[in-house]
């Protein structure tokens, strides 16, 4: 048998086994959520909750936070950028024709040549020279260690926190492409922007699947207080405002 037919079949049983591991995790997850719905529901002072609908009990609950803008449009601009630069983010500002040269000099500030994208940036996003271009086509963990930036688009953005959020889809990539480089160049439109997390979580469209929030470069700090880039996610931020 042929060293590539090995190597097929290794990865077909391989893939079986984790198809297997996620059924047996989904089964005990019904497992477990089902016995919690029997014992509730064998409680009386509870039991009409269990049959209301999910959007009446969503209604239901009392919200006293901020859930809307209270500022102007250009005030939760600058509120927005002044998170980013508090943050230690870099801000280029530009239109939809600049986006290339922005990231070509993102690239040249960082001293990088090698910039991972996933499949769904467009080209136009993309310098014609002056680097090379590596497309996510399901790199191996490995692979996705060797470039040091990564460029996304994101789905929307939280003045009042200076957070970028991503859903992953399309030209966001996936989340290990987004977490191992070392600096991450994200594209955002001012339209984008909202004053409240309420107001971004409203433009989640994949609502049962996982989102990664970014509030400038990943930072920790350690027992003694000594602050740490780098540790969650990119230690370097750029941000390019259309």
Request: proline share 4%.
């Amino acid at each position: 048998m042929s060293e590539s037919r090995l190597h097929d079949d290794a990865r077909f049983h391989e893939d079986a086994r984790w198809h297997e591991e996620d059924r047996q995790r989904e089964d005990a997850r019904f497992t477990v959520l089902d016995t919690i719905r029997r014992q509730l529901a064998a409680d009386p002072d509870i039991k009409d909750e269990l049959i209301e609908s999910p959007e009446a009990a969503y209604a239901r609950i009392q919200r006293t936070y901020q859930r809307s803008a209270q500022l102007d449009r250009e005030e939760i601009l600058e509120l927005f950028y002044d998170r980013l630069r508090d943050y230690d983010s870099e801000l280029i500002f530009t239109d939809e024709a600049g986006i290339a040269d922005a990231v070509l000099q993102a690239m040249s500030e960082a001293n990088e040549t090698l910039l991972l994208v996933p499949t769904g940036v467009p080209d136009a996003w993309l310098p014609s020279s002056g680097i090379s271009i590596l497309r996510d086509e399901q790199l191996t963990t490995s692979a996705l260690d060797q470039p040091r930036v990564v460029l996304t688009g994101c789905t929307a953005c939280v003045a009042m926190s200076g957070t970028i959020i991503l859903e992953h889809g399309d030209e966001q990539g996936r989340r290990a492409a987004t977490l191992l480089p070392d600096h991450h160049l994200c594209v955002l439109w001012r339209d984008q922007v909202v004053e409240t997390l309420s107001e971004a979580m409203q433009r989640i469209t994949k609502r049962t699947a996982p989102i990664t929030t970014i509030a400038g470069p990943s930072a920790t700090s350690d027992i003694e207080m000594t602050r740490i880039r780098g540790v969650h996610g990119p230690r370097r931020l750029t941000a390019i405002i259309l």
